[in-house]
């Protein structure tokens, strides 16, 4: 099957390495190749006899202008995708997006999924919880010498190759046309995870727990957490901390 990945970051390079693998034609495509969603220039070559695209890209931004850029990369891709033919576009988004209004990043990826459902195309939707590998990040962000501030968010994050598995299922599958949950097999609360990542990394601060601190203050309840009938990835948090 020729599939286009569109986007080269942590899920875009793991995905088309593994499509690859499999036996599959595989595209990338990306600013670094001359592809750019925002004015559409080299995507129609990108796509060009794909039978499905796979779209992982991510707003620079995670403010208001998030909202632009995917309104307008979208609209870019579902127009090349439909003048190449192309039979089923994939987009990775995010669990509880349509839960979290405050957040602007989140509303910017709601509209995404929108705008594909409203598409020309058969289409399959993977929302997958955060994942391990920006747990570290997260905590930088309300993180001093002292100590670590965190709300207690309930969280079931994911393996990055465990959500690439997910999609490599998807993409070489028949469209859903429907939206499809991947997370993690344990669920935390953020502090937890904080707790759990600086014994790993012999880190003596103390978690404080902060309902006011970082992006995930504005979550409430278990919006993050995945509904019944989500896939539940094998690889757990405290075995992958201590492989990396």
């Given at each position: 099957m ?33 592809v ?33 850029f ?9 127009a090349?995708?439909?003048?190449a ?6 987009v990775?988004?995010i ?12 509303r ?15 289409y399959?939707?993977v ?7 920006f747990m ?7 993180s001093?010498?002292?100590?670590v501030?965190?709300p207690a ?10 959500v ?23 669920t ?23 309902d ?9 309840g278990?919006a993050?957490?995945p ?17 990396n």
């Amino acid at each position: 099957m020729k599939i286009t990945v569109i986007g080269t970051g942590l899920i875009g390079s793991q995905l088309a390495a593994q499509l690859t693998a499999q036996g599959h034609d595989v595209t990338t495509a990306s600013l670094s190749s001359g592809v750019d969603l925002l004015t559409g220039a080299g995507l129609d070559e990108a796509v060009a006899g794909a039978h499905t695209v796979v779209n992982v890209t991510n707003s620079p931004t995670f403010d208001e202008q998030s909202i632009e850029f995917f309104r307008t990369t979208v609209g870019n891709l579902l127009a090349a995708g439909e003048r190449a033919g192309v039979r089923h576009q994939v987009v990775l988004s995010i669990v509880g997006v349509d839960e979290v209004p405050q957040l602007d990043y989140y509303r910017a990826k709601l509209l995404q999924e929108e705008l594909l459902r409203g598409g020309p195309t058969p289409y399959s939707i993977v929302r997958a919880t955060q994942f391990f590998e920006f747990m570290e990040p997260t905590m930088s962000w309300t993180s001093d010498e002292t100590a670590v501030r965190l709300p207690a968010t309930p969280l079931r994050p994911v393996a990055s190759a465990d959500v690439v598995d997910a999609l490599a299922d998807v993409a070489t599958g028949s469209p859903l046309n429907a939206v499809t949950e991947v997370a993690g097999p344990d669920t935390f609360t953020l502090d937890e995870i904080g707790r759990i990542t600086l014994a790993a990394r012999r880190d003596e601060r103390p978690v404080v727990v902060d309902d006011q601190a970082g992006l995930f203050a504005a979550v409430e309840g278990d919006a993050l957490t995945p509904g019944p009938g989500a896939r539940l990835a094998p690889t757990r948090y405290r075995d992958w901390l201590t492989g990396n």
